[in-house]
């Protein structure tokens, strides 16, 4: 290998290698969403030295060979190979965030977010993004964004093939600003000019439907949901109706504790799931208390794009015998990540463990099957003396309903 030009590009190759060292290997003293992100990492790094000697002579080669070198910082290059040593896993669910996109995930995460409104999911067999649910009240469904659309250009620049952390700085901006995108909708395309706003993302909403049946949205597991909760049920004084409808369609997931905390509203005692840990350990997650003693039939709600934390507590529900699911196979991601900040002010997204319901069963790719199938078209939707129904809503009315006729 030729020699180094400069002490300067040494420190800056050592600065490179450290981020990248640090990335790869130092994430056994992570702070965790689970116990299962405490333990520590037990790594063979072997000979350091000989097993990078490849990417030291990629470095040099391109800090003092590539055309466009004075373009090239070593920022850029941190963040590429960081994003190539995560995509080396074969992951679909891990990844590497620089910082602007592990900003917009933080938002995310938050309530506030300025964009169109819209939550996405990516088509595995395809690749594509497609949009799974509108917010109430933003620009997208204000335009006539539908569920299903699939993201093809914005503002004019193609947007197939790239990650949804890609995609999600393009569409978001400040609010009163504009973006022009392009869906695919079946077999034609649709285009729309929209003003960007800001809005708070709902997390619940509930209500109390003619015929004396509780219902209650959950659009995503995040630290206030189960606090919310509990004042939506108490505030429709849930056991003093017919029953109650958990609709949890849509939902993406969010924190694994959330999860546990709003399975324990619903399960008295034992497991809730397990986590099986990439050493070959098992972890055991039981109810937690905070038991809402909720003795009215439940129903809970799911679809294909209910995922993650959605799923698991629809998988307890369903194996604990205190609830009836209804809809569609769900999304299928049965294993749990960590989101680790990193000094560079981006952060790295890794799968931690895989988690089964409390039958043993893992869910992933396959999904959760409901107890009866009901599927919907939110593009067709179905009129009934005049007025748009949910299907899906039907069916857990009747369904109630039945109960008390038996």
């Given at each position: 290998m030729r020699q180094w030009n400069s002490q300067a590009q040494r420190l800056q190759l050592a600065v490179l290698l450290v981020m990248v060292f640090v990335a790869g290997?130092?994430?056994?003293?992570?702070?965790?969403?689970?116990?299962?992100?405490?333990?520590?990492?037990?790594?063979?790094?072997?000979?350091?030295?000989?097993?990078?000697?490849?990417?030291?002579?990629?470095?040099?080669?391109?800090?003092?060979?590539?055309?466009?070198?004075?373009?090239?910082?070593?920022?850029?290059?941190v963040d590429g190979a960081i994003s190539g040593m995560v995509g080396a896993l074969g992951d679909r669910f891990s990844n590497y965030m620089d910082p602007s996109q592990f900003r917009i995930h933080q938002e995310s995460m938050g309530g506030d977010v300025e964009g169109i409104g819209v939550v996405i999911r990516t088509i595995e067999a395809t690749g594509e993004i497609e949009v799974?649910?509108?917010?109430?009240?933003?620009?997208?469904?204000?335009?006539?964004?539908?569920?299903g659309d699939i993201f093809w250009e914005?503002?004019?620049?193609?947007?197939?093939?790239?990650?949804?952390?890609?995609?999600v700085p393009l569409?978001?901006?400040?609010a009163g600003t504009?973006?022009?995108i392009t869906f695919k909708r079946g077999d034609s395309f649709v285009t729309f000019t929209m003003t960007r706003v800001r809005f708070t993302r709902p997390i619940i909403e509930y209500r109390v439907l003619d015929n004396d049946i509780a219902y209650l949205y959950l659009g995503q597991f995040l630290t206030n949901?189960?606090?919310?909760?509990?004042?939506?049920?108490?505030?429709?004084?849930?056991?003093?109706?017919?029953?109650?409808?958990?609709?949890?369609?849509?939902?993406?997931?969010?924190?694994?504790?959330?999860?546990?905390?709003?399975?324990?509203?619903?399960?008295?005692?034992?497991?809730?799931?397990?986590?099986?840990?990439?050493?070959?350990?098992?972890?055991?997650?039981?109810a937690q208390g905070g038991f809402l003693d909720v003795r009215v039939p439940i129903v809970v709600l799911v679809d294909e794009s209910s995922?993650?934390?959605?799923?698991?507590?629809?998988?307890?529900?369903k194996d604990r015998g205190v609830a009836w699911l209804i809809g569609e196979t769900t999304f299928g991601?049965?294993?749990?990540?960590?989101?680790?900040?990193?000094?560079?002010?981006?952060?790295?997204?890794?799968?931690?463990?895989?988690?089964?319901?409390?039958?043993?069963?893992?869910?992933?790719?396959?999904?959760?099957?409901?107890?009866?199938?009901?599927?919907?078209?939110?593009?067709?939707?179905?009129?009934?003396?005049?007025?748009?129904?949910?299907?899906?809503?039907?069916a857990a009315i009747d369904y109630i309903l039945s109960l008390g006729q038996k």
């Amino acid at each position: 290998m030729r020699q180094w030009n400069s002490q300067a590009q040494r420190l800056q190759l050592a600065v490179l290698l450290v981020m990248v060292f640090v990335a790869g290997f130092a994430f056994g003293n992570w702070s965790s969403i689970s116990r299962a992100q405490q333990r520590e990492a037990n790594v063979a790094i072997g000979d350091t030295d000989q097993a990078f000697q490849p990417f030291y002579e990629v470095y040099d080669l391109i800090r003092n060979r590539f055309v466009d070198s004075a373009d090239v910082t070593v920022p850029d290059l941190v963040d590429g190979a960081i994003s190539g040593m995560v995509g080396a896993l074969g992951d679909r669910f891990s990844n590497y965030m620089d910082p602007s996109q592990f900003r917009i995930h933080q938002e995310s995460m938050g309530g506030d977010v300025e964009g169109i409104g819209v939550v996405i999911r990516t088509i595995e067999a395809t690749g594509e993004i497609e949009v799974v649910s509108l917010i109430r009240g933003a620009a997208a469904e204000a335009a006539g964004v539908l569920p299903g659309d699939i993201f093809w250009e914005v503002d004019g620049r193609s947007v197939q093939g790239i990650s949804q952390d890609e995609l999600v700085p393009l569409v978001r901006g400040p609010a009163g600003t504009q973006v022009t995108i392009t869906f695919k909708r079946g077999d034609s395309f649709v285009t729309f000019t929209m003003t960007r706003v800001r809005f708070t993302r709902p997390i619940i909403e509930y209500r109390v439907l003619d015929n004396d049946i509780a219902y209650l949205y959950l659009g995503q597991f995040l630290t206030n949901a189960p606090q919310q909760m509990r004042a939506a049920l108490q505030e429709m004084d849930v056991n003093n109706r017919k029953g109650l409808i958990f609709d949890l369609r849509g939902n993406p997931g969010g924190y694994l504790n959330t999860a546990v905390e709003v399975g324990s509203m619903f399960i008295k005692d034992g497991v809730i799931l397990y986590e099986a840990l990439g050493n070959g350990q098992e972890e055991i997650f039981n109810a937690q208390g905070g038991f809402l003693d909720v003795r009215v039939p439940i129903v809970v709600l799911v679809d294909e794009s209910s995922a993650s934390a959605s799923e698991l507590i629809a998988g307890a529900m369903k194996d604990r015998g205190v609830a009836w699911l209804i809809g569609e196979t769900t999304f299928g991601k049965g294993t749990v990540q960590t989101v680790q900040p990193l000094s560079n002010g981006g952060a790295l997204r890794l799968t931690i463990a895989r988690w089964l319901t409390p039958n043993r069963n893992w869910i992933h790719d396959f999904g959760v099957t409901p107890d009866q199938i009901v599927e919907y078209d939110p593009e067709r939707g179905l009129i009934q003396d005049g007025s748009e129904i949910d299907p899906q809503i039907q069916a857990a009315i009747d369904y109630i309903l039945s109960l008390g006729q038996k």
